[in-house]
């Protein structure tokens, strides 16, 4: 039989995605009022009248809700977070008439038709008491403070003297711009009001149980009145780790018309939440003579909003990825009247591995060493920052393969060789963490031997359905085409919300936790009930084809299965963490490679092509981890090159909230691209040894550019993006 794991299993899912049957949360099919929201215009200050009498005459307009009307039984329910609200206090819409930031909003219409909600909306007029907007990041440095972080990771050794004594030194400052999610999908919420009074929701989340704990401490709804469903996400990137506003609005709504109720978000109102913090780093780093790195200081300073303290891991990986004895980290944030940030893929580590590997590139030059030599010199093979041994690290294997297919050490330009070209050749590390989270499952057979495995988890594009398939169908020992795997369901089995590139280890290990059950199940079932097996060792069983093999001969699963009890068909399992995970660091790496061409009249950056060569662990499906790093490093190009949110001077308004303005990498940017995996053997990090690698291709990427640019005209853009007037 042909193994599943490590295969290019097509996508299970693809035809439905394919053919328009795939219903994402606004694709509901329920008759629903429809909900729009209006936002504030003013960034600070309060709202001190506010008239819908209009708004409210028009037609089809069922309801309107603001901070005037909001039901009493929800004003003492203040303490509810979200699972993962930083420390603060959540923004709650409508519990007061003060002005947070620009976009809050500020009113709900109700119609008939989105239409109809959205005109009605505009007839609302609102009146403000309006404060002055002290501005973005920069104009707020001196409020920057790292009472508001956690402590970074370690400090070690004596910076300040190691600095000094270093024969070569950089200063350095590098800032990169604040930017979106923009997931193909947009947030969207279609809530079913039955007649009992409970709900069903079905929402764009990350994890249906974040939206379940939500709803509960929002509105104290029993567990029984509850139901939360997402049975696919057109992307999220982290956008739908925490429930949006809109799952509040549309619940809010459904539960006080007593109707269904469903709010799909604009692409404009999806940049009134989260999004990756503006941050500035200041990198010092020295070395010796011979390129030794001496010493590493990385202080960060990041945007937070006034009522949260929205953190990430990132200065730490700068006292991870290289062997350093003398290293300062510091971290600090400072609050603008804006929303939150939020996690966006792979949070903090694309931001700190920007600025070190900048930096480390800029002090290999100093010292006159190629920058891969450099990174191969100062290779470290233990976590300096907890002084663990790593599960295992093929990062110079990476090094190595991608030296050979990039052609680093002749590097020769791919593009037309045109006089008013310049190219440059430039290169990075990256890494992401290889995290695992309990997770549950359940396991059930039917009389025809087919299998169904539920688990609460999401499947955001990532491949969940599909390597969840492929892992029960080795795991069992039958066809892939015999598995069912059912996610994005409250009903379902416990997991955590899918982030953090997690999902693999995490619902993996669990899965292939319930297939070994059902396998020592239907073993002690084939044996009670023929006693010449009874002694039969249970590692002398073959498990495949759906079948129990021992001595030459063949069981079928649904023959053995229709001996066993309704109760023993069903297996329910949960996996926590291995032990390996608290003894050593898990970390996935990365070596990628990029050639830039800049034109030397008009400034234009292009990418001609761009190689990265991963290290993961086992890969579970080539094919579907392939795409997942093409796509970052599509995203890594983008946030290169064209991703720049942009905050009005004046009243804070987000002024590029469309795509016309707001710039991401599209097709005709993307030239040759080229992900590949070396192989890395690792039996500590989970019972798979597969570490995730939906974050991976995103780290490293822009500094790669950066690096090349630099290669290219001579000229350091320490900013994200790198526009063509930063060139000229
Ligand atoms: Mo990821 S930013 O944890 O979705």
């Known amino acids: 039989m042909m193994l599943n794991i490590g295969n290019k299993q097509q996508r299970v899912d693809g035809p439905q995605k394919v053919s328009g049957s795939a219903t994402y949360s606004a694709d509901i099919t329920s008759q629903f009022y429809h909900a729009y929201v209006l936002q504030s215009s003013i960034a600070c200050g309060s709202i001190t009248a506010l008239d819908t009498s209009a ?81 973005s990041l920069y104009e707020n440095l001196k409020n920057a403070s790292a009472d508001r972080t956690p402590d970074p990771a370690s400090n070690r050794g004596d910076f300040k003297k190691a600095f ?3 024969e070569y030194t950089i200063t350095q400052e590098y800032r990169q ?36 704990k939500y709803l509960n401490g929002v509105f104290g709804l029993g567990a029984d009145k509850v139901q939360v469903k997402s049975d696919f996400v057109g992307g999220a990137f982290g956008s739908g780790l925490r429930p949006q506003y809109q799952l509040f609005m549309a619940t809010l709504a459904a539960l006080e018309l007593k109707r269904n109720v469903q709010m799909v978000m604009t692409r404009a109102q999806m940049f009134s939440f989260g999004y990756r913090p503006e941050v500035i780093h200041t990198m010092k780093l020295g070395c010796s003579k011979d390129g030794t790195l001496q010493a590493l200081s990385h202080r960060t300073v ?44 792979a949070p903090g580590g694309v931001s700190g591995v920007y600025a070190l590997e900048c930096a480390i590139d800029e002090l290999a030059h100093e010292a006159g ?38 052609g680093w050490k002749n590097k020769k330009t791919s593009s037309e060789n045109e006089p008013h070209l310049l190219t440059g050749f430039g290169m990075a590390t990256g890494s992401w963490e290889a995290l695992q989270q309990p997770a549950s499952v359940s396991l059930t057979m039917d009389e025809n031997g087919m299998f169904t495995i539920k688990c609460a ?27 069912e795997f059912k996610l994005g369901d409250t009903a379902y089995p416990d997991s955590p919300i899918e982030g953090g590139s997690w999902t693999v280890s995490s619902v993996g290990s669990a899965v292939a936790g319930v297939c070994k059950k059902f396998q020592y199940r239907i073993a002690d079932v084939w044996k009670r009930n023929n006693p010449d097996y009874q002694q039969v060792d249970f590692d002398a069983i073959l498990f495949q084809d759906g079948n129990l093999e021992y001595d030459a001969k063949t069981f079928s699963f649904a023959e053995i299965m229709q001996q066993a009890s309704k109760e023993e068909l069903s297996i329910a399992h949960n996996e926590a963490k291995i032990e390996g995970q608290t003894t ?38 080539p094919k579907t981890a392939e795409n997942q790093l093409l796509g970052a490093m599509i995203w890594g190009l983008g946030m290169a090159l064209r991703e720049e949110g942009m905050v009005d001077s004046k009243y804070g308004r987000i002024m590029n909230a469309n795509f016309a303005e707001y710039h991401i990498a599209v097709n005709a940017d993307v030239h040759n691209i080229h992900a590949e995996f070396v192989e890395e053997k690792d039996d500590k990090v989970n019972p798979l040894g597969a570490k995730g690698v939906g974050e991976l291709g995103i780290v490293g990427l822009a500094s790669a550019i950066s690096n090349a640019i630099y290669d290219a005209t001579g000229k350091r853009l320490r900013k994200l993006p790198m526009l063509l007037d930063d060139i000229l």
């Open 55 to 135: 708004a409210e005459a028009f037609e089809g307009v069922k309801g309107i809700f603001t901070h005037k009307n909001l039901p009493e039984r929800l004003k003492n329910r203040v303490d509810y977070t979200d699972p993962l609200s930083p420390p603060g206090k959540p923004f709650r819409p409508f519990y007061n008439n003060k002005i947070l930031y620009n976009g809050q909003p500020i009113a709900l219409v109700v119609a008939e038709t989105f239409e109809q909600a959205r005109y009605a909306s505009s007839l609302i007029k609102v009146t403000y008491k309006e404060e002055e907007f002290k501005g």
């Open 164 to 166: 000094k004594n270093s």
């Open 177 to 212: 711009s604040r930017n979106y999610h923009n997931p193909m999908e947009p947030h969207a919420t279609s809530v079913e009001y039955k007649d009992d009074g409970s709900i069903v929701v079905y929402d764009k989340i990350q994890g249906v149980g974040s939206s379940l």
């Open 302 to 345: 990041g945007e937070t909003s006034t009522f949260e303290d929205f953190n990430e891991t990132i200065v730490d990986w700068s006292g991870l990825l290289y062997k350093c004895e003398h290293v300062n980290l510091e971290y600090e944030l400072t609050p603008v009247q804006s929303y939150t940030p939020l996690d966006m893929r």
């Open 369 to 406: 060493i190629d920058p891969l030599e450099f990174r191969r010199k100062n290779y470290v093979d233990y976590d300096q920052n907890e002084d663990k041994p790593f599960t295992s690290k093929e990062l110079m294997a990476c090094y190595d393969r991608c030296e050979e297919l990039f």
């Open 457 to 483: 988890t999401a499947d955001i594009g990532t491949g969940t359905y599909t390597v969840m398939s492929q892992i029960a169908a080795d795991k069992l020992g039958v066809p892939i085409e015999k598995i």
């Open 584 to 621: 050593h660091s898990g970390y996935a790496h990365c070596c990628v490679m990029v050639e830039v061409t800049v034109d030397q009249d008009l400034g234009i950056i292009k990418v001609p092509r761009i190689v990265n060569v991963s290290a993961a662990g086992k890969i579970i499906n």
